[in-house]
């Protein structure tokens, strides 16, 4: 089946900078994908869903790139702040209802 | 719409008791999932339903979990005689089909 190999589990970072976390799936046939934020003693919240069909996708101080030759999926922060401080999961779809998770990234965000 | 709703927020058990979890799925979601959350395993699959029916608890400890969907309103998870490596946060979420996952706050569980 299905799985998802999500890096780095840690990543720190200063405001400003740039933060890039990369998952890599193993099924060609996933042809949708999502990023969840998950801030401390908060649940998951959708960052954003994407489809195979669109390989850039912009989002509020982010970007989500997926290349499906190489079956990996980035979410770029462009400008961390320390408010992006939280754990980020991907998650990789092939139809139907289960989707499968990558392992987390804590984030940390410094001013 | 008040989301996933799960319950109880926080449990404290024993070692060897039993835990009971709740969750009230989005209604009209026809899909509701198990995970579970801990700092060293992530976020790991326990199992879900599809119209109530159990489709898939590959993730399910074979021994002293099980989790039932007795009616679309909600779902519970069991586990019996807990042990301390039970501890973690316990997530429901639910979904309509090839759509996103709704998660709930989650259930920590402490077990003692």
């Known amino acids: 089946g299905e799985q998802v190999e999500q890096r780095p589990p840690h990543l720190s970072v200063r405001e400003g900078d740039s933060a890039v976390i990369t998952c890599t799936y193993t099924d060609p046939n996933s042809y949708y994908f999502f990023w969840y934020k998950q801030e401390p003693g908060a649940s998951l919240q959708l960052l954003m869903k994407v489809f195979s069909s669109t390989e850039i996708n912009e989002g509020q101080g982010f970007t989500v790139l997926l290349n499906k030759k190489d079956k990996r999926l980035s979410l770029n922060l462009t400008a961390a702040h320390p408010g992006d401080s939280a754990a980020y999961f991907c998650a990789a779809g092939t139809g139907g209802y289960k989707v499968v998770f990558g392992s987390g990234t804590r984030l940390l965000v410094s001013p | 719409n008040a989301g996933v709703i799960q319950t109880p927020r926080h449990k404290v058990t024993g070692k060897g008791q039993e835990a009971t979890l709740w969750c009230e799925p989005i209604s009209g979601h026809s899909a509701v999932f198990w995970y579970r959350q801990t700092i060293v395993q992530g976020l790991e699959f326990l199992t879900y339903f599809r119209n109530q029916a159990p489709i898939d608890d590959s993730g399910m400890p074979k021994e002293r979990f099980s989790a039932q969907m007795p009616n679309q309103s909600h779902s519970t998870l069991k586990i019996q005689s807990t042990q301390p490596q039970d501890s973690a946060v316990y997530l429901c979420?639910?979904?309509?089909?090839?759509?996103?996952?709704?998660f709930g706050h989650g259930t920590k569980l402490s077990v003692l």
């Open positions: 979420a639910s979904s309509f089909p090839n759509e996103r996952l709704f």
